[in-house]
């Protein structure tokens, strides 16, 4: 096994450093992770809701929230079809409060028992059966181009919140929010669905405040040398349509021929900071005779915003975090009054602050469950997320959370990933996926509870089922292996409960290493498949190549899954295999263990927890910190009780500088003796985390590799 820690600029570490004020060790990790960018380092530095991305990037926004608005209006029945997964369950449950809360009649259907994945025709028909004339899919939907047809052809509109890659066919929806969707408009595609219904859900608050629709100006004049810069910037629900900047020496441009004179001739409010300053400013550019109306934005925004009182913008364009983030390194105030102007409408309506902030714990439990990339704005998501959970806001989750040992204490990614959200992933794998909803939306706290204890009775059950269909699975696994020349694997089992396909499937992956394909018979005539694959193998567009054989299909780079007729089993098998002949699959690299940081003994302290949580939350694209330190001393070493078969593990005592460091190796008994042993110098990579145990807290090294210090 080889340590890599990648090279980096000195410069590159050097900027990180001067232009956001972080100390070298952090600037030196952002760096080794390629985010050098003001863009990508604003999500690791921020965690306040104005840096996230304005909903109504979604071409299709505004058409949502006037559908919903007509329906509140009309006192329509809504249904919600979402998934039977963590990222379903969560985005159903957000949306019905939410819908619920504007006062619309809504009811939501999840894939019960064997159902197939997303909206069905049934389903379809159902929902017009019961006087259903709005469809909105949460988690599904984009892949539903015949089931939206038909609902289409009831009278029923349909709206698809999703955020799975598109088809060739865009289903026939009134709206489609997918920003993963061709021409959405969105620049970020890896929101999780439960992060598509939270941007939709803000959009829904937004267009109650005075806001919505609204378009104006925001306009700054300051002096250059000798010359008056003028910058104007045009928005419309807050999201910027237009700008012009301009650079006007005194009496030399007639205001005829100005760009900003006619940027600003078009009717809308023009507002300032300070109306006399930024007068000053414009009579000085263009002369006494040019009239520009300007509305003085100072006194009302002091009243939300205390922190302005009696500063001028350049002066609070100094203070102004998100200057640092600008194009333009260091001065832009017209950056800082939009900045304040965002803050300002967040602040002034606690809907879209505040309160917003509450719904955040699903949105994060969503995003962590559903793998998806922890960058851009999913940190901040993520970030408020955790915090919402700590507070425990959320009355429905504490039950949960206090048989899961997780109230009252710090929680991370991690502890989503393993405490909770397998939790709530066991019902729909189980088949019973309104368990969990019902859990999240009952008012009776008694009830709560005793649904929190049946999601962990039904967890026990789906592991059980596991450990028994993984003993089945693996001989077949190896045959398939070997008949698709160690490149793939594909394997049948008709007593498979489909809703543990995906954890098999995953389970292989890692066993194997390669693409992996599980299918389980259900309904006689009808199989469902799930595949899993390492980076690199587009699950998606693998699976494309046979969507002719498919009732439906859909999914991720590396996740997918589809339905198909069993009789069309056989010819499925023969068409992969030939697809896999002619296919070059990378061969497994070497295993690796990737260094973020070599750490002097000085370094290694209590302290460091912090930069640790800096870097939360963790998850796809930005795996936990893994640190270097060399020559450090094995002090104490016992091995602990393993019942399984397999290594022991090892408990151990560092010393390294002016402290000693508890720490655990998973399986690694077999290596004593001969990489290393008691009272050997060692170089070890680990990671750092906080170990709970009898409600004490300690720090504890998780150690990933080992040798002795210059072997």
């Not at 700008?243 to 006619?262: C, F, M, T, Y």
């Not at 090294?701 to 072997?711: E, I, Q, S």
Request: some cysteine; overall charge negative; charged content about 25%.
């Amino acid at each position: 096994m080889t340590w890599k820690k990648t090279r980096i600029s000195a410069e590159v570490v050097r900027q990180l450093h001067e232009r956001f004020g972080i100390d070298l060790i952090t600037a030196s990790i952002l760096a080794r992770r390629d985010v050098q960018t003001p863009d990508q380092a604003k999500f690791y530095l921020e965690s306040e809701l104005t840096y996230l991305r304005n909903p109504f990037l979604f071409d299709d926004m505004e058409t949502f929230v006037d559908r919903i608005a007509n329906a509140r209006e009309d006192a329509e029945k809504v249904r919600i079809f979402g998934d039977r997964d963590v990222d379903g369950i969560t985005s159903t449950v957000l949306l019905k409060q939410e819908l619920d809360r504007l006062g619309i009649e809504t009811s939501y259907k999840l894939p019960e028992g064997d159902e197939p994945y997303g909206i069905t025709i049934a389903g379809v028909e159902q929902a017009h059966a019961d006087g259903v004339t709005l469809i909105i899919t949460v988690d599904c939907g984009i892949s539903n181009y015949e089931e939206i047809a038909r609902a289409s052809e009831l009278g029923i509109d349909t709206i698809i919140l999703d955020h799975h890659i598109s088809g060739d066919l865009i289903p026939p929806a009134v709206a489609v929010i997918d920003p993963k969707a061709e021409g959405s408009g969105y620049p970020f595609p890896h929101l999780a669905g439960c992060g598509v219904v939270a941007k939709c859900i803000w959009a829904l608050r937004f267009s109650q405040t005075d806001f919505y629709h609204e378009e104006f100006i925001l306009l700054h004049a300051q002096p250059g040398n000798d010359t008056v810069i003028i910058q104007a910037v045009r928005l419309e629900n807050l999201l910027e349509v237009d700008r012009v900047v301009e650079e006007v020496v005194p009496g030399v441009l007639p205001a005829s021929q100005s760009r900003l004179i006619d940027f600003l001739s078009c009717g809308l409010p023009i507002l300032v900071l300070d109306t006399d300053v930024e007068t000053q400013q414009l009579r000085k550019a263009f002369g006494k005779n040019v009239d520009i109306h300007l509305a003085d934005l100072r006194p009302e925004m002091e009243l939300v915003l205390p922190v302005i009182k009696g500063r001028s913008l350049f002066t609070l364009s100094t203070m102004s975090r998100a200057v640092r983030y600008s194009g333009n390194h260091g001065r832009d105030e017209l950056e800082a009054l939009v900045s304040l102007f965002n803050a300002y409408v967040l602040k002034k309506y606690p809907s879209l602050s505040t309160d917003y902030e509450k719904i955040l714990d699903l949105v994060a439990i969503g995003t962590v469950a559903d793998l998806m990339p922890m960058v851009d704005e999913n940190r901040i998501l993520v970030k408020k997320g955790l915090k919402v959970l700590m507070e425990g806001d959320r009355k429905n989750l504490l039950p949960l959370m206090t048989m899961q040992n997780l109230s009252g204490r710090a929680i991370g990614t991690t502890d989503l990933g393993w405490q909770l959200s397998p939790i709530i992933n066991a019902s729909g794998r189980m088949g019973c996926p309104g368990v969990a909803a019902d859990m999240l939306l009952v008012e009776d706290l008694r009830d709560c509870e005793q649904l929190a204890g049946n999601l962990i009775r039904l967890n026990k059950e789906r592991q059980k089922l596991g450990e028994d269909s993984w003993d089945r699975l693996l001989p077949k696994a190896k045959e398939s292996l070997e008949e698709f020349g160690s490149k793939f694997l594909m394997v049948e089992d008709s007593s498979l409960s489909r809703g543990i396909t995906g954890v098999m499937a995953a389970r292989l992956l890692k066993q194997f290493s390669v693409p992996s394909l599980v299918i389980a018979q259900v309904e006689g005539a009808r199989a469902t498949g799930s595949m899993r694959s390492p980076a690199g193998f587009n699950v998606r567009d693998f699976l494309a190549r046979f969507d002719d054989l498919f009732l439906d299909f859909g999914g991720h780079a590396c996740a997918g899954g589809f339905s198909i007729d069993s009789k069309d089993l056989a010819v499925l098998h023969d068409r992969m295999m030939e697809q896999i002949d002619c296919m070059d699959i990378a061969d497994e690299e070497e295993e690796s263990i990737r260094v973020d940081c070599t750490l002097p003994p000085d370094y290694l302290n209590p302290d460091i927890i912090k930069l640790v949580e800096f870097f939360e939350p963790y998850g796809e694209q930005n795996p936990p910190l893994q640190f270097l330190m060399e020559g450090a001393l094995i002090e104490d070493m016992q091995f602990l009780n393993n019942a399984k078969a397999g290594p022991a593990h090892l408990k151990l005592t560092f010393g390294f500088g002016s402290y000693k460091w508890p720490a655990v190796f998973w399986k690694a008994g077999d290596r004593v003796g001969k990489d290393f042993d008691a009272g050997d110098c060692a170089d070890v990579v680990f990671r750092l985390g906080r170990n709970y145990y009898k409600n004490h807290e300690t720090l504890q090294l998780t150690v990933l590799d080992m040798k002795r210090h210059g072997a």
